[in-house]
């Protein structure tokens, strides 16, 4: 039974619009959600990240949006470009400090064109 | 950003024949590395938790015999493969956990395709 669900396998978007990437976790107790992104041929790297204890988190042209009772978040990139069609990962954990813990998602391919 | 270096990124072998991965950390010392599986279309699933100077800890289902994991020093663990099968074919990955004054982070190994025959 997955825990962390990333239901459409690919996205895309025309540059300069806006990109979202959604993720449903089924684990009440998870506290500490992240999104990866990943390159062909590269390992994930961290992207941005958000408490539970918190609704919305903005890095740049990156928010996370959280809704706990819907078990529900989301990454909006905006505006989008070329350079951000990757493989884009959510995890969750229980506690912050315990990222080894991570669940992740199958992942979201966003390609974005010209 | 720190930089976790995983060889090799793809190997093919023959089935009965053991596989070795290197996960490096190259300019911080990781107590803590993880191993991690990914079948096609399926999530990155930890395999077992690599502890320097200890013995590795495994996740439910992931046989300890089968997946050898050696963590020597602070900046490398090796995950061996033995006795691979074609059903070990996977998507092999690394990371390695960095504390600093913002808290944890992890950084991920390019990956390991193996494949095998």
């Known amino acids: 039974d997955q825990q962390v669900k990333q239901n459409s396998p690919s996205l895309s978007v025309q540059e300069g619009r806006i990109s979202i990437l959604n993720c449903d976790y089924t684990?009440?107790?998870?506290?500490?959600f992240l999104w990866y992104k990943k390159y062909p041929a590269e390992g994930p790297t961290f992207l941005i990240s958000?408490?539970?204890?918190?609704d919305k988190n903005e890095d740049g042209r990156f928010t996370v949006f959280l809704n706990k009772s819907a078990k529900h978040l989301s990454l909006h990139i905006v505006p989008s470009q070329p350079g951000d069609s990757a493989v884009y990962f959510c995890a969750a954990s229980i506690g912050e400090g315990s990222q080894g813990n991570l669940i992740f998602g199958k992942g979201t391919k966003l390609s974005v064109k010209p | 950003g720190a930089v976790v270096s995983q060889h090799p990124s793809r190997v093919i072998c023959k089935s009965g024949t053991s596989v070795k991965i290197e996960c490096r950390s190259l300019?911080?010392?990781?107590?803590?590395m993880f191993w991690y599986r990914q079948f096609p279309k399926q999530s990155l699933m930890l395999m077992a938790t690599?502890?320097?100077?200890?013995?590795?800890?495994?996740e439910q289902g992931v046989e300890k015999d089968k997946f050898l994991i050696n963590h020597a020093s602070l900046t490398l663990s090796t995950l061996t493969v033995t006795s691979a099968h074609p059903e070990d074919s996977s998507f092999y990955i690394c990371s390695a956990r960095e504390f600093d004054t913002l808290g944890e982070k992890l950084f991920f190994g390019s990956g390991t395709q193996l494949s095998v025959l």
């Open positions: 690599s502890n320097e100077g200890s013995k590795a800890t495994y």
């Open positions: 300019d911080f010392q990781a107590t803590t």
């Open positions: 958000i408490s539970s204890i918190k």
């Open positions: 684990n009440s107790m998870f506290d500490y």
